[in-house]
């Protein structure tokens, strides 16, 4: 007779999760709303990609940003003074968003008069790849400064998302940063992963970007 039970948490968790996400996007798909889950490490530029998205998009469709931290609102001012709708959430010590707490940020943004609701993940390459939050997609950001490496050492994050930006394009000539074995350590990695290179900065390769995101959402809602 068995004295215990041995229960396999992690896969139950997920499963849960998986479950919630898939029901989200039902949800969101029937309200006609965009979910994008933008992810990064600290640091390669989320905010300031996120800032030109916004500028580029605000004035086509009604957009609506949920920046989610461990604490502190310097990104959800910044988006706020950008004239759209944003909410702070704070992830209490956390390092990821799963879909029940999107789900909460989204009812807190109230998407009924939102086409395109944007969700800048916590800062880290590990745990927001783990969890579906129940976007219709997802992007990335890699930054040069960061290495060609990523997609090798972090693969998880690479697979799940359907764009990778790589931003701080104007540095290059600074660094050892060879953007064809990036291409391919992420191609390894995802290869239907579309890849744009981009400088948040300067605004280059910005519209490639809104570009294949405006596509994305008219689909959407159709």
């Known amino acids: 007779m068995e004295k215990f039970r041995v229960l396999e948490i992690k896969q139950s968790v997920f499963a849960d999760n998986d479950k919630r996400a898939d029901e989200l996007r039902k949800e969101l798909k029937e309200k006609k709303v965009f979910l994008l889950n933008l992810m990064s490490s600290p640091g390669a530029g989320k905010t300031t990609t996120l800032a030109r998205t916004v500028e580029r998009l605000k004035d086509e469709m ?36 799963d879909a029940g707490m999107t789900a909460q940020g989204l009812e807190g943004l109230r998407t009924g008069d939102i086409d395109l609701a944007i969700l800048e993940n916590v800062g880290n390459l590990v745990c927001p790849a783990e969890f579906d939050t129940g976007a219709v997609k997802n992007v990335m950001i890699l930054s040069v400064p960061e290495g060609d490496d990523k997609p090798l050492k972090y693969p998880l994050m690479f697979s799940v998302c359907d764009v990778v930006l790589i931003n701080k394009i104007d540095v290059l000539p600074y660094f050892d940063f060879d953007m064809d074995t990036c291409r391919q350590n992420i191609l390894m990695r995802n290869p239907n992963a579309r890849i744009i290179p981009v400088c948040a900065r300067t605004g280059e390769g910005i519209d490639a970007w809104t570009d294949w995101l405006r596509v994305q959402v008219e689909e959407w809602r159709r």
């Not at 604490?71 to 909410?87: C, H, N, P, Y």
């Open 62 to 97: 009604r957009i609506g940003v949920m920046e989610a931290d461990i604490d502190s609102d310097v990104d959800a001012r910044a988006m706020a003074e950008l004239g759209v709708k944003t909410i702070q959430l704070h992830t209490g010590g956390m390092c990821h968003l």
